[in-house]
């Protein structure tokens, strides 16, 4: 299995495309340049199962409407915010499991930069599609609609704190990293662990 990751927009959203050459693919979180992204496809002779998100925000989608011109696929987003995409879209929810040849992606509902924001985790690769929950020096704002800085507390605490140093972060936004990394040098991840620490007294 392996990864292409597309640097979409100003905003420099991160796009990925999980595939075996020749084979299935998923796309996560297309923002621009649906062109670029089918041309990919092509180039590599995959079929696109379909578009997984993992939330709503302008800077991950833009790409889908241009993506849907060219395959009939399903779009899932987390049920909690289907209302919010003007597009027909497929709910998920936490603990769902997308397969993809010899790989799978369980959907860990992640909220706190929005309601509705998941994170893909693939055990047989050790790795996470953490959206904007966890960057790898950064966490996501959670200052706009549908956020709350004590879910994102919740998230990193009770939820991606428990994954392994070795897991392998591929965030919506920057580079790759693991928790080992994250833990050290992360320091928003450390400030909002601390909070979790003192809320569990
Ligand atoms: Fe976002």
Partial sequence: MEIKRFVCGDIEENCYILYEEGSECFIIDPGEGAGRICRFMKEHDLQPKAVLLTHHHHDHISAIGGILKE?????????????????????????????????SLTVVHTPGHSEGSVCFLCPEMNIAFTGDCVFSDEIGYTIFDGGSKWAMIDSIGGIIDKWDDSVVLYPGHFGTADMAYVRENNTDYRKAMKRYMERQK
């Fill in 71 to 103: 395959y009939d696929i399903p779009v899932y987003i987390h049920e909690a915010e289907q209302w919010r995409l003007p597009l027909s879209t497929e709910g998920m929810k936490d603990g769902d499991v997308f397969e993809l040849g010899d790989c």
